[in-house]
């Protein structure tokens, strides 16, 4: 499979993700966003498991569940308590700082070039981003900001991570071990935090088959087999379609108005993915073969030693 391949089914999953928002303000009961959490990582990870057969080796263990809790567990608590204290808008804007912290940290964990163009790209995303979904007169809540901030850093992290550790399995396997992982450290907070969950009913099954099976198992699956293939600050920037594909799923399926500055923000946002994937690209490998060498008068030929 080409680069180009790689590069649409890995978009494909942040652009499903955006679909999140209509599926759990329309299909699911309210007030338990760590539940939902829970059931979307936990059944999920355990159907893959019952796929690959295949548990981490000894040695694996302890860095799965660092991944579950940064790319799941941590992530998806902080998302939604960031959701809660704040407006959408502006949670959503201060999750897209998360390509500009996997550009840092990438740096760090593995030696990765830190380009000004890549930069740009992910400050022009967060642009974008903001005129997508910001509102002009939101409140900041400073435990929400807190929880937005951390939660873009811990996905950065294990996006980051998750390239480092790269055990010899498949990335199915690997997307196995992660959401089970994910699903098990949400189980005590979910229970402590929140009130027991309704008894669901055939809409509510459909919205979690969906965050579970598509939302969860299909595009961390993507995700992860394209991290491994392509690196971390390659598929990064592809995170802004998230907030992108939201706002134009609110726009078709809800009949939300699109204004002109939405309009400007999806421009701006894909304009940015579009630099980010050429500051990620590989530099071609210079040619093997040795440059031909002229024949040269004696007075002019090299000495040797």
């Known amino acids: 499979m080409n680069r180009t391949s790689d590069l649409l089914l890995t978009a494909l999953a942040p652009a499903i993700w955006g679909s999140s928002y209509i599926v759990a303000t329309e299909l699911l009961p309210h007030g338990y966003p760590l539940t939902v959490s829970l059931l979307r990582a936990l059944p999920a990870g355990l159907i893959l498991l019952l796929v690959v057969r295949q548990l981490p080796q000894s040695g694996w263990w302890g860095k799965v569940l660092i991944l579950g ?3 799941f567990a941590i992530f998806w608590s902080m998302l ?3 959701a809660y204290r704040l407006p959408g808008g502006v949670a959503a804007t201060l999750g897209a700082v998360q390509p500009l ?7 760090f964990a593995l030696g990765s070039t830190i380009k000004l163009a890549g930069i740009i790209a992910a400050i022009s995303g967060i642009f974008g981003v903001a005129l997508l979904v910001l509102d002009p007169g939101a409140t900041l809540d400073p435990v929400g900001i807190a929880s937005a901030t951390i939660g873009a850093l811990s996905m950065a992290a294990g996006t980051v991570l998750t390239r480092k550790w ?3 399995v498949s990335p199915l396997t690997f997307t196995a071990w992660q959401l089970t992982a994910g699903g098990v450290l949400l189980i005590p907070v979910a229970l402590i935090l929140e009130p027991s969950f309704p008894v669901p009913t055939l809409q509510n099954l459909a919205g979690l ?3 579970g099976l598509i939302g969860a198992a299909l595009t961390y699956y993507l995700w992860f087999r394209g991290i491994a293939k392509l690196g971390p600050a390659t598929v990064t920037s592809f995170g802004f379609l998230s907030p992108t594909s939201a706002v134009l799923l609110g726009w078709i399926i809800l009949g939300e108005q ?3 500055t939405q309009i400007a923000g999806v421009v701006i946002v894909l304009a940015s993915i579009w630099l980010g994937q050429r500051a990620a690209r590989p530099v071609a490998a210079p040619s093997s073969s040795p440059p031909p060498v002229e024949s040269a008068r004696p007075e002019t030929a090299p000495r040797t030693s």
């Open 166 to 168: 790269q055990p010899p």
């Open 80 to 82: 939604f308590l960031a």
């Open 69 to 71: 809790a940064l790319n």
């Open 101 to 107: 912290f996997v550009l840092f940290l990438a740096r």
């Open 209 to 211: 088959a969906w965050l």
């Open 258 to 260: 699109l204004s002109p």
